[in-house]
């Protein structure tokens, strides 16, 4: 079993910067692939960054080179840089954890979740 926490979240104005924590307790960290989602109302959940156990990231399209996804493994940690914000970033943010060390690219590829922490970009 794996227990995620969220923080970091909060109210932005765009082209700010928030970074977005993870901690996590529970399974070894270190053998797990994470992920970041993020779910904006009336829209599906859907990927925002993922890391493997060897720190291969991926990101989805909307964010490349405006965020970035790490993670500490000693701290249990994962983390994620968000740069130039924007409204449309505006969403509930999750992290999540798979039982496998590879990058997972849908909601149902992970097996934990946190509870989620709200990012809000005014315009």
């Known amino acids: 079993q794996v227990q995620l926490v969220e923080s970091g979240g909060g109210l932005v104005q765009a082209g700010g910067s928030l970074r977005l924590s993870c901690a996590a307790s529970?399974?070894?960290?270190?053998?797990?692939?994470l992920g970041w989602f993020r779910q904006a109302p009336g829209k599906e959940r859907s990927l925002v960054a993922a890391?493997?156990?060897?720190?291969?990231?991926v990101y989805a399209d909307s964010v490349k080179g405006r965020f970035t996804i790490s993670r500490d493994n000693a701290k249990s940690t994962l983390y994620l840089q968000m740069n130039s914000l924007k409204p449309d970033d505006t969403a509930v943010y999750y992290c999540?954890?798979?039982?496998?060390?590879?990058?997972?690219?849908?909601?149902?590829?992970?097996?934990?979740w946190g509870q989620g922490t709200q990012v809000t970009v005014s315009s």
């Open positions: 999540a954890a798979r039982r496998f060390s590879g990058s997972g690219y849908l909601p149902n590829d992970y097996d934990y």
């Open positions: 529970g399974r070894t960290f270190s053998s797990t692939g």
């Open positions: 890391i493997s156990r060897s720190g291969n990231t």
